[in-house]
């Protein structure tokens, strides 16, 4: 029975293995092609049959989206940093906030407004649209990185207070009421205990809505028209739609764009194992 025991979960390993194998190369495989096809000449890209590694490896490519006159994939890259960066901070710190009033304070209409983050998921962000239009038109700020800036904060910031919430509500209710023993008000407490405690969930939030300002194009293609202003998905649209479609050039500059994602998410995820891992409580 011991034996037969062990083959049976040896079996479920393998089964198992053999499973997210399969998965990860039915996953990677488009996002190999790209790399692939990233280092081909213009005319084996499109040659037939198609060959999966490139006969004669270029890095033209990667050369021709860092020239101005082709791509100008620095200014795209300011735009699109500059307007995730400061949309994913408001995010984070109206969260905290907003999230902290949810989970720790009592007030009237708290249960109501905490289950109104439900209704949130159940229409899309293109509902969005035409209010946001008319008020940033009307108060001046279309075709600003203002306004780019004002429409992220409303799509995560939904989703970056539910998700703290959850975070806070594991932060025990003693703590605080010993630090308010000892002096400190609402915002220290804020700031000295329930971050520190939550920098993790906090992290993950930010990456989060860094991610969705960073892949944006629906609200970046209506509120921009400013080719000086464009993000790197507007701009890969504006490379797409040339005559010269070189499928080398899209490729290289669409593993270039998500780089910037994949780095932060693979720092950030170190980061948060450490952070939980440094941030237990000595008894």
Known sequence: MAVSSKKTKRTKKIVFYVGLVLFLVFTLFPFLIMFMTSFKSPKEAI?????????????????????????????????SFIVSL????????????GAYALSKLRFRARTTINASFYTVYMFSGILLIVPLFKIISSVGLYD???????????????TAIFMLISYFDTIPVDIE??????????????MRIIVPLAISGIISVFVYCFMVAWNDYLFASIFLSDSELFTL??????????????WGRMMAASLVTALPVVIMYALSERFIKG??????VKG
């Not at 006969?55 to 735009?79: A, C, E, R, S, V």
């Not at 998905?233 to 070189?246: A, E, Q, R, V, W």
């Open 86 to 97: 400061v949309a994913s901070g408001i995010a984070v710190v109206l969260g905290i906030l």
């Open 275 to 280: 952070n939980l891992t440094d941030g237990g």
């Open 144 to 158: 600003t990185r203002t306004a780019l800036i004002i429409t992220m904060v409303v799509q995560t910031l939904p």
């Open 233 to 246: 998905p507007i701009g890969l649209n504006t490379l797409f739609s040339t005559p010269d479609y070189i």
């Open 177 to 190: 009421e010993a630090a308010m023993m000892d002096g400190l008000n609402r915002m220290q407490i804020i």
């Open 47 to 79: 040659s037939a049959p198609p060959t999966f590694f490139p006969k004669d490896w270029t890095f033209q490519h990667y050369i021709d989206i860092f020239n101005p006159d082709i791509f100008p994939f620095l200014t795209y890259f300011k735009n």
